[in-house]
């Protein structure tokens, strides 16, 4: 069901002294997940998730015995060198109503993550689905910045080139307590529709204007 080839990270340890977490490059190379469900509706992760449910409750139970004890050292920053994750693959095949659909040749490639850091993201993968037929390679950019204090979390220059289109924006989100507020805006370039339904294995819709649906380009905000 999963499979990996290599993974690897490690924890800088005298930044630890101030309470701070500094982690290197994180490497996960040949990730391999297959997920299926076979024609009576069941999963092959159906024996995990009950392992789950009753090792929460052993550990809810323990805890609620144990006394209450003070924490230890609060953590005051956590960084991480970059992040490299190639060759992931996942697929899901539901046998059940015949739904299939795979995610491979995943790349994803993250700068330096830190407290008020810029920080680069790119995600590439192939994109496969049987209904509707689908088979794109999607690209993913952008700039992320995280403010720790001001519980902010920014993407910038963000641009997504899927199915023929290209996609620009911004993200904004924010934390205020319980409370999760966010906002965007995204763009979407001129773009030929007629060229686009086929590939989501739909007809485009008639219409008098031949040239109609050739250079579309809405905007959302």
């Known amino acids: 069901m999963i499979r990996v080839n290599k993974a690897e990270a490690n924890i800088r340890i005298l930044p630890l002294l101030t309470g701070d977490i500094a982690i290197g490059t994180v490497v996960l190379d040949g990730f391999n997940l297959n997920l299926s469900v076979n024609k009576a509706g069941i999963s092959n992760w159906d024996d995990l998730t009950k392992a ?41 095949d539901n046998q059940k109503d015949g ?10 490639l993250v700068g330096e993550v830190g407290d008020k850091l810029t920080t680069p993201l790119e995600l590439t993968f192939d994109l496969k689905l049987n209904d509707p037929k689908i088979d794109t390679r999607p690209r993913l950019t952008c700039l992320a910045t995280f403010d720790q204090q001001a519980g902010t979390f920014d993407m910038t220059d963000l641009v997504l080139q899927i199915l023929g289109m290209d996609i620009s924006g911004v993200f904004m989100a924010k934390a205020k307590g319980d409370t999760l507020n966010y906002s965007g805006e995204l763009k979407l370039a001129e773009t030929n529709l007629k060229e686009l339904f086929p590939q989501i294995g739909m007809e485009a819709p008639a219409t008098t204007d031949p040239k109609a649906l050739e250079n579309s380009a809405p905007t959302s905000g």
């Open 99 to 108: 739904k299939k659909a795979s995610l491979t040749n995943l790349t994803l």
């Open 52 to 92: 789950d449910k009753k090792e929460a409750q052993s550990t809810a139970q323990q805890e609620q015995a144990k006394p209450h004890e003070g924490g230890g050292s609060p953590i005051e920053s956590l960084s991480v060198q970059g992040v490299e994750i190639t060759n992931a693959n996942v697929v899901y």
